[in-house]
């Protein structure tokens, strides 16, 4: 992996705009170099505020969705209208707004007997997409999108979960984390984040900036802050953080 880069904006309104525009730009070269992009989605507030900005025309005219396809990082184990939902969150923000084709979006299945079964499904939808040859060999996502949780948590990998430890499916589950909702989560493993050609963190407001330190500069380990497991093992780390975010940061670039 390449040295992690530090993009500090003056605001979550700015970090949004430079987090669209990155996810123009990886479209656009994903589709130059492979002919498809491949966007992987996290829930959250500070990627909805991204979403929204992505679905306006500035920066959707200039995607051509016709060969975008999306997946989830991560989802709850409620039903695609329930307002705790990744999916559904992604819908109102961003998939119902731009030209995409329903079938290039992959939501996680929900309505399964269980998340463990949820995550089962997801794993094939994604081994059918990718074509790869079981799942010794993780697929290659274009870019995922994650946030940092104040307890750490990256996708629903959370501190001390038996799904940090994961390393022969591509996909798992979890029981819910410390912060709410309290619902079972099905998640991306890190097999897959780091095997991702590009993985950016959106990370706004002061009640990460304790968090942010431990996992950019103190190194952190992934069972006490899961976001510093993922390392792209070819690929790129961008975080996109605010300066509320960054204030406890030594070294602010």
Known sequence: MTAPI????ENADELANRAADFIVESARQSIAERGCFSL????????????TLLAEPAHSAAIDWAKVF????DERFVAGDDPRSNFGLA??????????????????????ESAAQCA????????????????SVPPRLDLILLGLGEDGHAASLFPGAAALAVGDA??????PGRLPPPVDRITLTYPVL????RVAFLVAGANKAATLQEVVEQHASREQRPAAGVQPADGTLTWFVDRDAVQSLRLRR
């Open 6 to 9: 530090l993009v500090v904006c």
């Open 194 to 197: 780091n095997a991702a050609r």
């Open 170 to 175: 591509w996909v798992t589950w979890s029981p």
């Open 40 to 51: 992987a989605l996290s829930g959250g507030s500070t990627p909805e505020k991204t979403y």
């Open 91 to 112: 819908q109102r923000t961003l998939l119902a707004r731009v030209p995409l084709p329903s079938a290039q979006v992959f939501a996680i299945p929900v309505y399964g």
């Open 120 to 135: 089962a499904q997801y794993a094939e939808i994604l081994a059918r997409w990718f074509a790869t040859p079981g799942e």
């Open 70 to 73: 999306v997946f989830f990082a």
